[in-house]
């Protein structure tokens, strides 16, 4: 299981500030239904620059939840320019920190903030992921801008890390050597040096993970949006699973329930799982 502090659960078992504010004056977006995670922050900043309110609506996972709560509860009261300075570490670490696989939450969060208050300004959304920024992992859209910075701002060392942090090669793996050669160049180390494969899973342990990502994260998701989801066996890497009904995530990006959990399976636990509906 997640190692998830009291303060996660605290935030996603009761989020602050759900919901749009309605007379928000600023709005961040960023992720995307089709890859997973995706945030919409709403905040209500008066004339001297002073967030007064803040509201979030999020899709995602328990640590996505409490990372936009929290976030919301951090903002209030400052001024925009004392915002601008918080990073996904403050986030992380105002819920007591994240499992390392979820710290791409916190950098969702920071994110949005960053793109709501550039919103509030008149400036162009994000610039280092839309306008600068070079597409390096296509499953889930993430630019090679995004990975410098989270790289620069978290210290990360490893392309491991760098998966964790941005999601980018979680998936398919294809951009996994052009993270690693991005890596090497801000490292000023020799190319590829960081690139190791993931572990090879026995039967047993992919068959525990499978149950832990389809318990914990594929299952809350669906129920929580109109799906369902039964796993029925695992036999090597195929999954055979039985799905009902179709998630609002899934009419937004035009995939099945299908292409989503094996998705996410993939991610989470080996490139190369195949799911099966019985």
């Known amino acids: 299981m997640w190692n998830y502090t009291d303060a996660v659960h605290d935030h996603f078992l009761h989020p602050r ?124 859209g993430v630019t090679d801008a995004q990975i410098l910075r989270a790289i620069r701002e978290n210290g990360l060392k490893t392309v491991e890390e760098i998966t964790n942090y941005t999601k980018a090669g979680g998936a398919c793996g294809d951009c996994l050597d052009q993270i690693a050669e991005i890596l090497a160049d801000e490292l000023r180390q020799p190319r590829l040096n960081e690139l190791k494969p993931r572990p090879r899973l026995t039967n047993v342990q992919r068959m525990q993970r499978v149950m832990q990502v389809i318990d914990e994260d594929i299952r809350p998701r669906l129920e929580a949006d109109g799906g369902s989801i039964e796993l029925v066996d695992v036999d090597g890497k195929r999954v055979l699973v039985s799905l009902g009904g179709r998630c609002a995530q899934c009419r937004a990006s035009a995939v099945t329930l299908h292409d989503l959990v094996q998705r996410i399976l993939r991610e989470q636990v080996e490139d190369d799982i195949t799911v099966e509906e019985a």
């Open 17 to 140: 500030n759900a919901g749009p504010l309605a007379d928000a004056n600023a709005i961040g977006e960023v992720g995307s239904l089709a890859c997973g995670d995706a945030l919409k922050l709403y905040l209500r900043i008066n004339d001297k620059g002073i967030i007064e309110d803040a509201g979030f609506e999020t899709f995602g996972c328990a640590s996505a939840i409490a990372s936009s709560s929290v976030l919301t509860e951090l903002v209030k009261g400052m001024s925009v320019d004392e915002a601008l300075k918080l990073t996904n570490k403050d986030i992380a670490n105002a819920l007591g920190g994240l499992p390392k696989e979820k710290m791409h939450c916190s950098v969702m969060g920071a994110e949005a903030l960053e793109a709501a208050i550039r919103q509030w300004k008149g400036e162009p959304a994000v610039p280092h992921a839309h306008e600068e920024g070079k597409l390096v992992c296509k499953c889930f």
